[in-house]
Structures are given as structure tokens and as C-alpha cells.
């Protein structure tokens, strides 16, 4: 069975940063398209990083590229998002999405990913 649980949602002052984690179990990432997505109140969920570790190949959406890195710990069957220069409109609820049949480029569109965490919360603040 396939199961994702996030960590690390926390409050924190813009130009801050957090890490999240994404503990994956039921299935091997190597073989599945990985990432990042964001949710807030009246918007659709929105992809925001993408990796397949298989390959190495990751996606990053506009609006977090060059602050957001997703990377990959086998070992621990783990992924992360190492977030920077938080600014207040990354707050929302941040979900890890799975899928054993999407690649990296179907990350602007969640719905190709059928495995969800439970989310948990960013808010950027001062």
C-alpha cells in the first residue's frame, strides 16, 4: 500500500527557509514520478517541484525556481524540498503526489498523480 507522509510545515518571517519531508513507504520511488504540490484556499492544487529519481529529471514551477530545491534520499526512500527566501504567498497546505505512471512534465497537472499525503501547512508571516 502506498503511503506518503509529509513533515516540516512550520510558521516563519518572509526571506526565511524550511525543509520539508516527504517519508514515502509501499512502493519504491525509483520507479514512480515524485513532487511537491501547493494548495491555498480557493485555487487548485498547483504542482510545485517534480522529481524522478530514476533518472535524475526534476520540474520547477516559475513562481519557485531558484528558491525551492526537491531532492531525493534513496536510502531513506525520502524526498525533501528545501525551500528559501520564503515569501508570503508560498503559504498553503503542501502535499507530497506520487505516481507510478506520470513522469516530471506532468507535474503542472496533479491530477495525473494518484497518491497523496496527508499536507502539511507553510505560512509565511511576519
Known amino acids: 500500500q502506498v503511503q506518503l507522509v509529509e513533515s516540516g510545515g512550520n510558521e516563519v518571517q518572509p526571506g526565511g527557509s524550511l525543509r520539508l519531508s516527504c517519508a514515502a513507504s509501499?512502493?519504491?520511488?525509483?520507479?514512480?514520478?515524485i513532487g511537491w504540490f501547493r494548495r491555498v484556499p480557493g485555487k487548485e492544487r498547483e504542482g510545485l517541484s517534480c522529481i524522478s529519481s530514476g533518472d535524475g529529471h526534476t520540474y520547477y514551477a516559475d513562481s519557485v525556481q531558484g528558491r525551492f530545491t526537491i531532492s531525493v534520499d534513496s536510502a531513506k526512500n525520502t524526498i525533501y524540498l528545501q525551500m528559501s527566501s520564503l515569501k508570503p504567498e508560498d503559504s498553503g497546505i503542501y502535499y507530497c503526489g506520487a505516481d507510478r505512471w506520470a513522469r516530471v512534465r506532468d507535474c503542472p497537472h496533479p491530477i495525473m498523480f494518484n497518491s497523496w499525503g496527508q499536507g502539511t501547512q507553510v505560512t509565511v508571516s511576519s
Open positions: 509501499g512502493f519504491t520511488l525509483d520507479h514512480y514520478a
